[in-house]
């Protein structure tokens, strides 16, 4: 307080020298420039002197403040509770029924009875092939089956009378079994010639046209049955152990701003060799037809959880030169709620996900870590808390 007293009387007595001098030189107009000069050297000096007194009083001050001299800090205040560890995939849905149509018989295409869009039943009729040769060659087998079946009932009959051959009888009979076949075969192929539909469903795009010689590598036409559709996903073989058949999983589809939680319906059984992955399915309800084949999402399988746990966000955690984890944690100083002397504690880390990491060992709940302002610290130093985070789960 001696300082802040010493600079009015200063101030003082330099404004009465300045004024002084101010009243000698109106005064005595004949002054001559030495003592003018000699004026000016003890105003400077008393200006210099003002000069120091006020560093003093600014040092002083700065002293005196107890919270200029204090790195601000933020910290959390670190609670128990669940964590769960994720892993993130690519998936692509598929549709149980959705095919290719395509011909057993090569043939020229006289007729397409459905449109793009059309609802088919099993069974429905959808392209023919012209099949009038066939048809031709099965009325002539169905005549030349006719005439046989006459002349084996003839044969039969004489036979059983003992009346001719056993051979011719036999000849007749075989004839007959003969033809029966060819036409069973005619007309299967016949059959081939009409394309059906193998199950309920839609018309989703017709390739088909009329006029145009269709065979086995052509397809037709492509039907889609969308009630029920299933997500497959390839995970690496190191969570073999940790994702199994029922496993919580989310399904994030980004073009629909969906998503579903399901589990896990089937994991492979063989690892493919190319890329060391197993195939992993999600069956999925579609009554809406919502979802479409080969449409993407993300995929996020439950592989771990610690139902009572202390996690923290990953910046907060540092490390030493060794690769050692640490943190900062501010105990409460005595003088002051907001003043606190920071420790550097180490820790074991455990899983990290969705920038929060386990913390297994070394920090209690209800600790303070530093998390703003921990870069610029040191051990035992002490900081002044500008904010307490109560909770940080949703960073």
């Known amino acids: 307080m001696t300082l802040t007293r010493t600079l009015p009387a200063a101030l003082l007595s330099f404004m009465l020298i300045f004024a002084a001098s101010c009243s000698k030189s109106a005064q005595n107009s004949d002054v001559d420039a030495e003592d003018v000069y000699a004026r000016r050297v003890v105003l400077m000096a008393q200006i210099d002197s003002l000069q120091n007194l006020l560093t003093q009083v600014d040092a002083e001050l700065q002293r005196l403040d107890t919270n200029s001299n204090k790195s601000a800090v933020t910290v959390y205040r670190s609670m128990r ?62 005549t030349q089956l006719e005439f046989a079946r006459t002349v084996f009932q003839k ?39 009409r394309i059906r539909a193998p199950f309920d469903g839609r018309v989703d795009e017709v390739f088909a046209r009329i006029g145009q010689l269709a065979s086995p590598q052509m397809p037709l036409l492509r039907l889609v049955n969308l009630k029920n559709v299933y997500l ?16 919580k999983a989310r399904l994030e589809f980004p073009s629909l701003r969906d998503t579903v939680l399901t589990t896990v319906t089937q994991t492979g059984s063989v690892i493919n060799p190319a890329n060391r992955t197993f195939r992993v399915v999600f069956r999925l309800e579609n009554s809406n037809e919502y979802f479409k084949p080969n449409l993407m999402a993300n995929v996020y399988i439950l592989d771990y959880v610690n139902d009572s746990v202390v996690s923290i966000p990953n910046r907060m955690i540092q490390q030493d030169p060794q690769g050692n984890d640490y943190v900062y944690i501010a105990l409460p100083a005595d003088d002051s709620d907001e003043i606190a002397i920071v420790e550097r504690r180490p820790v074991t880390v455990g899983l990290t996900y ?23 610290i040191k051990s035992d130093q002490r900081v002044r808390v500008s904010e307490i985070i109560e909770s940080a789960s949703n960073e």
């Open 81 to 142: 509770g669940q964590f769960e560890h994720y892993v993130e995939i690519f998936g692509t849905l598929e549709a149980d029924k959705n095919a290719d149509i395509t011909p057993e018989t090569q043939g020229t295409i006289i007729n397409i009875l459905v449109r793009e869009g059309q609802e088919v039943k099993k069974g429905a009729l959808l392209v023919e092939l012209d099949a009038s040769v066939l048809a031709n060659n099965i009325k002539e087998a169905e």
């Open 155 to 193: 044969q039969k009959r004489l036979w059983e009378q003992k009346i001719g051959s056993e051979l011719q009888y036999l000849e007749s009979k075989n004839a007959v079994d003969n033809l029966e076949s060819r036409l069973r075969t005619l007309r299967s192929q016949f059959d081939q010639t």
């Open 232 to 247: 497959n996903a390839d995970v690496s073989e190191r969570y073999i152990r940790q994702i199994t058949e029922g496993s």
């Open 354 to 376: 969705a920038g929060r990491t386990e913390i297994l060992d070394g920090i209690m709940h209800g600790d303070l870590v530093v998390d703003k302002g921990s870069r610029s």
